[in-house]
């Protein structure tokens, strides 16, 4: 077993918005319920010293838990993380509803965001949400290049649905590649590359996933140009409910995002800790265009 794999899923288990709030609340209480205990033999002075301490920092890791459960979750913070990621790498442009690149893609590169496959579910319920915007807007892109080829990356469940989703929107099964072997994020590229090989392509994944997976896709030796989809923040926070105020209101949403962004920023930590990621990658361009500006300030 892959003890580096096993200690990565281990850590984004507890190392997230909600769970660390539950960890300091309940270390909080602990402290608290122990600081109330009485000996039933007399203590020193240095106990008793302790035992005034730990009720002391029981308080406060419960106030710490409260605060930082009520900053994830109001729309200044999650707005803020979420636009830190999707601004490195802003969605295409795109005029009269088509995106604008530099050179024809060859593939179409999606990567998988999980699935809810259950026997009796109806189709467009098979994904979830990341996952299906994923796919649907490479399916969008596909129709502009019909030539291009979509290679869908992830587990069998995951590209199997998304598969299925895709022929719904007439893309033919022919044009469309599964790549089951991936178990993680950087594992993506590795399988990828021996499909592709050199061939330009547009990589496809949410705004907040694609500075890690752009890095993670260059150190393999591949040019992707960025087609982020999945966007929350980019250019700017709006208000999904304009009928109530959301600045610093506390809202289920803005917890959900905050997660989201802290696993990425986590992601990219871990990726570069493991030298997985490229640090040479451009940042907020096009990585085609990049080329294209290198070539010409040669000459």
């Not at 289920?252 to 570069?272: F, I, K, T």
């Amino acid at each position: 077993m892959d003890f580096a794999f096993l200690l990565k899923k281990t850590l984004s288990v507890y190392v997230n918005p909600v769970t660390i709030t539950l960890e300091l609340l309940f270390l909080g209480f602990v402290l608290i319920a122990f600081s109330r205990k009485r000996p039933k033999k007399q203590r020193g002075e240095r106990w008793t010293r302790f035992v005034h301490f730990s009720g002391g920092l029981g308080l406060f890791l419960i106030a710490t838990g409260m605060l930082f459960l009520f900053l994830i979750s109001i729309d200044p913070v999650a707005g803020g993380l979420m636009r830190y990621l999707e601004q490195q790498h802003p969605p295409l442009e795109e005029k009269n509803g088509e995106v604008v690149v530099d050179l024809e893609p060859e593939f179409i590169v999606v990567l998988a965001s999980g699935d809810r496959v259950a026997e009796g579910r109806p189709e467009l319920s098979l994904l979830t949400h990341a996952s299906y915007l994923r796919i649907t807007s490479a399916t969008r892109i596909w129709k502009q290049f019909p030539e291009a080829t979509i290679v869908l990356t992830g587990n069998a469940t995951e590209t199997a649905a998304m598969k299925l989703i895709a022929t719904r929107f007439e893309v033919p099964a022919a044009r469309i590649i599964e790549e089951n072997e991936s178990r993680d994020t950087k594992d993506h590229p590795v399988f990828v590359k021996k499909i592709i090989g050199d061939a330009p392509f547009l990589l496809v994944t949410s705004g907040t996933q694609m500075p890690r997976a752009f890095r993670l896709f260059a150190a393999q030796g591949l040019k992707p140009t960025p087609a982020a989809v999945d966007i929350w923040a980019y250019p700017e926070w709006g208000n999904p409910n304009p009928y109530q105020p959301s600045l610093l209101i506390p809202r289920a949403s803005n917890l959900y995002a905050s997660s989201v962004a802290m696993h990425e920023l986590m992601g990219m930590a871990w990726a570069e800790l493991r030298g997985q990621a490229s640090e040479t990658a451009p940042v907020g361009k096009n990585a085609l265009v990049e080329k294209e500006e290198t070539v010409e300030l040669s000459f």
